[in-house]
């Protein structure tokens, strides 16, 4: 220390002075050393060269750039599919393209929700006894869908012609050839003639909108406006598949019959997998919109139309390879819906066709398809087609809210004797065994759904996946609570699956997933209905009877309590999380393009058009571009 601060102090007085006095300060001591400075061993501190100055450069020019990596291209995107941790200049190849799974709960509208919801939450113990004491706005909790962060009131309207919904703008719809003939009738679209719309005053926002119950003075408000021109399976399927407003029926194709391309295509045009499942047959209105375009939900293969022309049925576009990979559903020719939704001759072609892995009601079917999935290679591996349904219905066997399948299949029939079946043996049974047979032999929704992830996920290129619950609208169609809860919840469970498997496979950023209806059906809850559910089954409440004591009623009026009401224009709910969200975000109250005109929004929702657009951006992998459909 003491040494310092007397160097320090002789430097401040040298300082002054040193213009004049630096020769005689400055240490004259010769260093010898090299003072090349452009040597290898130049020393700084060297004051006379001693001639050892050398020069590596001949040897040192090469090595730096051994050890540096060599320059390759490819993706340097870390949040891309395809990044490349190796590469050091980009390509412009990343691929930021989101796997999509779309689930539809046919006919699941707000209410259908809401009963389900509120049916859980009493089971775990809520002491609620009235629906305020749950929820009567928001998206309400009790299921795995309403955890989802987003949610929105969708528009599910359709196009309307000449006064009908299911007319086109082809002279001839009646001649069910989607594409051959150019003779359309002598109009234009026009947004304002040719769409039936949905307006809040006539119908109020949701089923809990307090119009519905009290008509505060207003002059406008009718409750039976949600049931005109009420859109269809097929149309609204079509709708969310490919981003283009149509008319009751089709399939796959636009207001002009023309084939319309959907996400299917896209996912399919970029190598993604592809995947769908439904309790519903194959072959049905929802799972058909995702690889046929044919302009009638009706044509469910050759056999079912009688002035067909080859290939223009539903099943023949299945059959066309289109990139499915993996499609399971109902329908299987052996149970006893025969050859209605499937042809017995497709299942024949089927079985002799390599290209597909063909699964069919059997012991053990949920592990056998477990199987089949896992061990599936998206590139390069037959596609697999699985046909279930249980003996006595066209679905799989469902649940009642309770989550017994007690009212399901031929369990309820016995006395009708044993069903037909062509390849499964159905002697004399009890109730319990059929039962338990039809659980064995066929995979649930949710283990549907296992299987397209387990299929799919080690795609390079992620997948696109549509799951689809056909039973909740058919619970619906039969004015059964019980059904319906217990449909809602399988359908839940599906979810609960896919939102675990996203938190265990990329995340949010990675996936996106839309959970929505494709149209509503006319449902009431009374207020004292979580009180009632409490202390009567749901069996018990849909059985009816007293309508003080059902906790609801099907259509607008306790009067009618069966109305044989059926799907509303209502807007339904979406529950949605991941991908390209902020496009549904951003779309509410607005506005869309169709076959070149421009749609006004409804104040404070989002279309079906959104959703498509939002499920288009992601597949395609850009979220900052809302995707052009052209008309
Ligand atoms: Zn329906």
């Known amino acids: 220390m003491g040494r310092s601060i007397a160097l320090i102090l002789v430097l401040m007085m040298l300082g002054p002075m040193a213009g004049c006095i630096n020769e005689e300060v400055t240490p004259t001591i010769p260093k010898p050393g090299c003072t090349d400075s452009t040597a290898s061993n130049f020393d700084p501190n060297a004051t006379e060269n001693d001639g050892t100055c050398f020069s590596e450069n001949a040897s040192t020019t090469v090595e730096p750039e051994e ?14 599919r395809n990044f490349d941790v190796n590469a050091t200049e980009d390509d412009g190849s990343c691929n930021f393209s989101k796997n ?35 929820y009567t706005e928001g998206k309400g909790s009790g299921l795995a869908m309403q955890e989802l962060s987003g949610f929105q009131s969708v528009t599910t309207y359709s196009t309307i012609v000449d006064g009908s919904t299911r007319n086109s703008l082809r002279e001839d719809t009646g001649s069910n050839v989607p594409t051959a003939s150019e003779d359309y009738r002598d109009i234009e679209f026009d947004p304002r003639n040719n769409l039936v719309r949905y307006n809040i005053e006539l119908g109020g926002t949701t089923p809990w909108d307090s119009r ?68 519903v047959p194959i072959t049905h209105a929802t799972p058909a919109s995702t690889y046929a375009k044919v302009n009638s939900r009706d044509r469910l293969h050759w056999d ?3 002035s067909s022309r080859a290939g223009d049925d539903i099943l023949s576009w299945f059959n066309q390879a289109n990139g499915l990979d993996i499609m399971l559903g109902t329908g299987n020719p052996n149970t006893h819906v025969g050859d209605h939704y499937v042809h017995s001759s497709y299942l024949d072609s089927f079985e002799s066709n390599e290209n597909h892995t063909l699964l069919l009601n059997s012991p053990g079917a949920s592990d056998l398809l477990k199987s089949a999935a896992q061990s599936h290679d998206s590139e390069t591996d037959a596609r697999i087609l699985g046909l279930y349904g249980s003996i006595g219905q066209a679905n799989l066997p469902y649940s009642g809210a309770n989550g017994s399948f007690e009212q399901s299949g031929w369990g309820l029939n016995l006395k009708n004797g044993p069903p037909s079946d062509r390849s499964r043996d159905y002697g004399p049974m009890t109730k319990e065994e059929y039962i338990a047979k039809e659980i064995d032999e066929n995979p649930s929704l949710a283990d549907m ?11 390079n290129q992620g997948f696109f996946a549509t799951i689809e619950s056909g039973d909740i609208d058919w619970a619906g169609h039969s004015n059964n609570i019980d059904a319906l809860i217990g ?12 939102i675990k498997w996203i938190g265990e496979n990329g995340g949010w950023e990675r996936n996106m997933l839309v959970v929505t209806a494709d149209h509503d059906h006319y449902l009431t809850l009374t207020d004292d209905f979580p009180n009632l559910i409490r202390s009567n089954s749901a069996l018990d409440l849909a059985m009816g009877g007293d309508i003080e004591h059902m906790g609801h009623y099907w259509g607008p009026s306790k009067s009618d309590p069966y109305g044989s009401q059926s799907h509303t224009n209502r807007p339904v709910p979406v529950f949605y999380q991941g991908g390209c969200s902020q496009i549904i975000n951003q779309s509410v109250g607005e506005g869309f393009d169709n076959y070149g005109q421009y749609v006004g929004g409804v104040s404070g929702f989002v279309d079906q058009v959104h959703l498509h657009l939002a499920m288009r951006a992601a597949l395609i992998g850009d979220c900052l571009h809302i995707p052009v459909v052209y008309g």
């Open 449 to 459: 759904t296992d299987a397209i992830l387990d299929a799919c996920d080690e795609d």
């Open 67 to 80: 050890l540096e990596p060599s320059a390759s291209e490819g993706c340097t995107d870390i949040n891309a």
């Open 100 to 134: 999509v799974i779309l689930m539809i709960g046919d006919g699941m509208g707000w209410e259908m929700v809401r009963m389900a919801a509120i049916y859980n939450q009493v089971m775990e113990g809520n002491q609620g006894n009235l629906l305020s004491d749950f």
């Open 487 to 498: 449909a809602v919840n399988d359908f839940d469970k599906a979810v609960e699956n896919v």
């Open 212 to 279: 519905y119950f009290s008509n505060n003075g207003s002059t406008s408000f009718d409750p039976m406006y949600i049931t005109e021109d009420d859109p269809d399976s097929a149309q609204t399927a079509t709708t969310l598949m490919t981003g283009v407003k149509t008319f009751k029926g089709a399939v796959g194709v636009g207001l002009y019959e023309r084939p319309r391309s959907s996400l299917t295509n896209v996912a399919s045009d970029n190598g993604m997998c592809l995947g769908v499942a439904s309790n």
């Open 304 to 306: 079912s139309i009688s």
